[in-house]
């Protein structure tokens, strides 16, 4: 009962419908002429962000900077280490003379000079033959000859004369107790000479 209700229903309504849409057309005139322009509406919302565009061409290179000011000095640096000495160089020429000078005062009057004499003995045995040279003594100067102990004791050998060139050969006895001693040789006319002597028990 009630499917049929439903279905005679809708039969109705669309009948309903396809009269009033004939109605409508045949009461509908001419288009009349259009209205004034209506106000401006509201802005609309702002639409999505678009998506990213494609990367532009590279730029050209831009043109070189002018040159930077010059940077003040640096500091000095450490002290580098002596070098080496360079070879010596060649001997100058020789000055010119210099002018004379004026002439010095008269010397005082100079000393006699002195034969330096000397004397030679060398090494002995106990008792044995000294045989003692000299030189530098006076022509024909009698020398003394003397032996001095260690401790101080002296004793004459003998003596004997310098020949024209102030020299002598003389031959003593050597002392008879071992040791070290000076030889003196005392001149007449005032030379001295000394020398070691060295008597020893075996050579």
Same mark, same amino acid.
């Given at each position: 009962?009630?499917?049929?209700?439903?279905?005679?229903?809708?039969? #109705?309504?669309?009948?309903?419908?396809?009269?009033?849409?004939?109605?409508?057309?045949?009461?509908?005139?001419?288009?009349?002429?259009?209205?004034?322009? %209506?106000?401006?509406?509201?802005?609309?919302?702002?639409?999505?962000?678009?998506?990213?565009?494609?990367?532009?061409?590279?730029?050209?290179?831009?043109?070189?900077?002018?040159?930077?000011?010059?940077?003040?000095?640096?500091?000095?640096?450490?002290?580098?280490?002596? %070098?080496?000495? %360079?070879?010596?160089?060649?001997? %100058?020429?020789?000055?010119?003379?210099?002018?004379?000078?004026?002439?010095?005062?008269?010397?005082?009057?100079?000393?006699?000079?002195? #034969?330096?004499?000397?004397?030679?003995?060398?090494?002995?045995?106990?008792?044995?033959? #000294?045989?003692?040279?000299?030189?530098?003594?006076?022509?024909?100067?009698?020398?003394?000859?003397?032996?001095?102990?260690?401790?101080?004791?002296?004793?004459?050998?003998?003596?004997?004369?310098?020949?024209?060139?102030?020299?002598?050969?003389?031959?003593?006895?050597?002392?008879?107790?071992?040791?070290?001693?000076? #030889?003196?040789?005392?001149?007449?006319?005032?030379?001295?000479?000394?020398?070691?002597?060295?008597?020893?028990?075996?050579?």
């Amino acid at each position: 009962m009630k499917e049929n209700l439903r279905s005679r229903g809708s039969v #109705l309504a669309l009948v309903v419908a396809i009269f009033s849409v004939m109605v409508l057309a045949a009461c509908t005139g001419p288009d009349g002429p259009a209205g004034a322009t %209506g106000e401006k509406g509201d802005t609309g919302a702002s639409g999505a962000t678009g998506s990213q565009g494609s990367a532009g061409s590279g730029g050209t290179d831009g043109s070189d900077g002018s040159d930077g000011a010059d940077g003040s000095d640096g500091a000095d640096g450490a002290r580098g280490a002596t %070098g080496a000495r %360079g070879a010596t160089g060649a001997a %100058g020429s020789a000055g010119a003379a210099g002018a004379k000078g004026d002439a010095g005062s008269a010397g005082a009057d100079s000393p006699a000079v002195e #034969l330096r004499a000397s004397l030679v003995a060398g090494l002995v045995l106990v008792g044995g033959d #000294l045989n003692i040279m000299g030189s530098g003594y006076n022509a024909s100067e009698r020398v003394t000859l003397v032996v001095v102990s260690s401790a101080g004791t002296k004793t004459t050998l003998g003596t004997v004369d310098a020949n024209a060139g102030g020299a002598f050969l003389a031959s003593e006895t050597a002392p008879t107790a071992a040791g070290e001693y000076t #030889l003196e040789g005392n001149g007449s006319g005032g030379s001295v000479a000394t020398a070691p002597l060295i008597v020893v028990l075996t050579k």
